[in-house]
């Protein structure tokens, strides 16, 4: 079974310009989240899309956006790039949403590592 | 609000030393899932164990174990006979049932590093 393929590895991009990073989740997985680690701030929650639907949202400006297609593959963007949006951006896909027995573990891909200069 | 701390930033064993990692977690959430989760140098956060609130029921697999203990909200994780290839950051995460959705909060990770 494929695992959390995300794409590209790398992407290097100057200040001001914006970046559209994809996230395919493992097969019949239909939550995706997105976190962004960087050295200084640890491992902080994006958002989180289930069925197409934001569902939920971390503390990030609106430069962070995100969406999810009918086949549970998830896009991330951030416009405006700024030299602190340099990070490691991981994208984890689960299989259930909501609470109780069903919950499973989020499945992470190896991530897109972001530079900006 | 939810947190997890890791204490220990970094910690350097030698070969075959056990070692343990500390996690101290907060919520106020009578029902809610831990986990810690193994990130090597190539990025991955690999998924290591989820264990539930109201099953405090220890747990061992193979040279790793798990110390869940609700009265002083930790859930530490220990390596027996700790190999070079356990070299690695290591997180411990905590998510809640309320906000129904998968959010993970992280801690700030722990940095092991077993020399030969």
């Known amino acids: 079974k494929a695992g959390v393929t995300q794409t590209p590895r790398y992407l290097i991009k100057t200040r001001g310009q914006q970046v559209t990073l994809s996230c395919s989740p493992i097969s019949g997985h239909r939550s995706v989240s997105w976190y962004q680690q960087t050295p200084g701030q640890g491992l902080q929650f994006l958002f989180e899309?289930?069925?197409?639907?934001?569902?939920n949202k971390g503390n990030f400006p609106g430069r962070f956006s995100g969406r999810q297609f009918s086949n549970s593959r998830s896009e991330m963007n951030v416009s405006t790039l700024e030299l602190g949006d340099s990070a490691l951006y991981l994208c984890a896909s689960s299989l259930a949403w909501t609470g109780g027995a069903a919950h499973t573990e989020a499945f992470f891909g190896q991530g897109t590592r972001l530079t900006v200069v | 609000a939810q947190k997890v701390t890791q204490a220990q930033t970094e910690i350097s064993v030698v070969e075959k030393e056990d070692v343990t990692l500390d996690c101290v977690y907060e919520t106020r959430d009578t029902t809610y899932y831990l986990f810690w989760y193994k990130q090597p140098p190539s990025g991955e956060l690999v998924f290591l164990i989820r264990?539930?609130?109201?099953?405090?029921q220890n747990e061992i697999s193979g040279r790793y174990s798990w110390n869940f203990q609700k009265s002083t909200s930790s859930f530490n994780f220990t390596i027996t006979a700790s190999q070079v290839v356990d070299s690695a950051v290591y997180f411990c995460?905590?998510?809640?049932?309320?906000?129904?959705?998968?959010?993970?909060?992280f801690g700030g990770g722990t940095r092991l590093m077993v020399k030969p």
């Open positions: 264990r539930n609130s109201f099953d405090e």
């Open positions: 899309y289930f069925s197409e639907t934001q569902r």
């Open positions: 995460a905590l998510r809640d049932d309320n906000n129904a959705g998968n959010m993970l909060t």
